[in-house]
């Protein structure tokens, strides 16, 4: 699910040594496993489905592979939204779960839930603006039958476009490093143990 730079790496990897097949999740607004689509299919044998599909093709995974955004303190996991609902169906298909995350995207704070902390994308990746006034005047779907005509100037509700969710760690099998693989328990360590290497170096700051 989803696209990142090492996540894409790592699967070209993969796909050097060994056989196998690709079932690539995605979802609106910003279809971001298109790049990965693009940079596995002439190596790989891929399948391409929305998220709507992936209960039905979960059934046929023997891993899940996702990029992750940050590891946090608490061992969760910050990542595009749909990671999260990604990471519960494999856990209640027991589908382990391998996170890709860089050591220098570890971070220190914890996060227990998407709503306090997160990033909202722009609503014109999801609804459509009239273009004379500039007003949202429908949801950016295509068809939507007679959800598009609306008499009013606006929308009847507001437009929430979150740009991450959080995948707590109990539906984390495995974080994968440039130190080696480590249980999500262990990135609290990982973290201390690099924030003493900094102080070791004088690079690390606890005004930063």
Same mark, same amino acid.
């Given at each position: 699910f989803g696209s990142t730079p090492l996540l894409r790496k790592v699967l070209l990897? /993969? /796909? /050097? &040594? &060994?056989n196998f097949r690709l079932i690539i999740v995605d979802s609106r607004p910003l279809n971001n496993s298109l790049k990965t689509l693009r940079a596995l299919s002439p190596h790989v044998v891929c399948a391409y489905t929305p998220l709507a599909g992936a209960a039905k093709l979960m059934n046929e995974a023997t891993r899940v592979i996702l990029g992750a955004s940050a590891m946090l303190s608490n061992g969760s996991m910050l990542a595009d939204a749909g990671n999260a609902m990604i990471a519960s169906l494999a856990k209640s298909k027991q589908i382990p779960v391998i996170a890709l995350c860089e050591s220098y995207k570890f971070s220190e704070?914890?996060? !227990?839930d998407s709503i306090v902390h997160?990033? !909202?994308g722009s609503t014109r990746e999801i609804a459509v603006a009239d273009d004379k006034d500039g007003v949202v005047t429908q949801l950016n779907t295509g068809y939507c039958g007679a959800a598009t005509q609306?008499? *009013?100037k606006s929308l009847p509700f507001n437009i929430v476009n979150l740009r991450y969710d959080c995948t707590p760690i109990g *539906?984390?099998? /495995?974080v994968a490093t440039e130190t080696g693989l480590i249980p999500p328990t262990s990135v609290p360590v990982l973290i201390r143990e690099l924030r003493l290497e900094l102080e070791r170096n004088n690079i690390y700051s606890t005004n930063i």
């Open positions: 990897m /993969a /796909a /050097a &040594k &060994k704070r914890v996060q !227990l997160n990033e !909202l609306h008499d *009013n *539906n984390i099998s /495995a």
